[in-house]
């Protein structure tokens, strides 16, 4: 089962079937507003919000195991996880009030056709509260699709103008460096090109502050200090996430976007320079 939410074809699972989530749940919630809204539309459209809403919870529970197995491999968005992780449920719970609501509006019809009956307490009731429970989910799905489009994409389209500025203006810096280090001593080199041996002794936090840019990006995450020069170019969201962290102490947002486990942990442990100092 695992294998049936994680690849399919070569691609992952969760982009392929997160779009009908996105889609399928919010217009079938949107429409079960209008048909307990205005009666009018209830024959004919009563019965399409209820199986649209069924079809979109199914797909929310599709998107959410397949956004874990995905996770595994890629790391954890936690915002985009968390909204996600939610949702399937209050659709679920949406489509179970919006059935209740379905049996006892055909129950009220075939009354009407012999006597004028009202809609009772019951019918309402539920209805009200499917309608409470649609805006919810509405909203949640705007927040789910909204936090996994800056995963995906934050950082890849506002860069590209900015990208070959700062590599034109990165590229003059070693060389300068490189003719003091040729002709007097072999230490400016060094100083450029940090080992976790060679900067145990200077890893502070002062340390880390010089290092804010592009071309030599260090920061310190739970305790630790990375050179993260060479991922700022090879991130898969981007530069700018990793472009953010650089001269700082980017714990808190390295943890909100990957959480505590999963394969960026395993990543940021491959730049690791050494302990932060006091």
């Not at 009220?108 to 009772?120: E, I, K, M, W």
């Not at 309402?124 to 509405?138: D, F, I």
């Not at 040729?182 to 080199?189: G, K, L």
């Amino acid at each position: 089962m695992d294998s049936l939410f994680d690849v399919v074809a070569g691609l992952p699972v969760h982009p392929l079937v997160v779009h009908f989530a996105v889609v399928i749940l919010p217009l079938a919630a949107l429409l079960q507003i209008a048909v307990v809204l205005i009666r009018g539309l209830r024959a004919r459209w009563a019965t399409l919000a209820l199986l649209g809403l069924a079809a979109g919870t199914v797909a929310a529970f599709a998107s959410k195991e397949s956004g874990e197995k995905l996770a595994e491999r890629m790391g954890l968005p936690q915002t985009h996880a968390t909204w996600g992780s939610i949702l399937p449920f209050i659709a679920a719970v949406l489509t179970v009030v919006a059935l209740v609501w379905w049996v006892l509006q055909r129950r009220l019809s075939s009354r009407r056709s012999v006597t004028q009956q009202p809609a009772g307490l019951p019918q309402q009731t539920a209805g009200a509260l499917s309608a409470v429970l649609a805006v919810g989910v509405v909203g949640l799905t705007i927040l789910v699709g909204h936090s996994g489009a800056v995963s995906a994409w934050a950082g890849r389209i506002d860069d590209s103008a900015t990208t070959p500025a700062t590599t034109a203006s990165a590229t003059p810096a070693p060389a300068a460096s490189a003719a003091p280090a040729a002709s007097s001593s072999s230490s400016p080199a060094a100083s450029t090109t940090p080992t976790a041996n060679s900067t145990t002794d200077a890893l502070t936090m002062a340390a880390v502050q010089k290092h804010n840019t592009a071309s030599s990006c260090w920061s310190a995450i739970n305790g630790n200090v990375y050179d993260l020069t060479a991922w700022v170019s090879a991130h898969p969201g981007g530069a700018s996430p990793i472009k953010s962290l650089c001269g700082t102490d980017g714990t808190a947002a390295f943890t909100a976007q990957h959480g505590h486990g999963g394969r960026a942990v395993n990543q940021l442990a491959t730049f690791n320079l050494g302990k932060l100092a006091a």
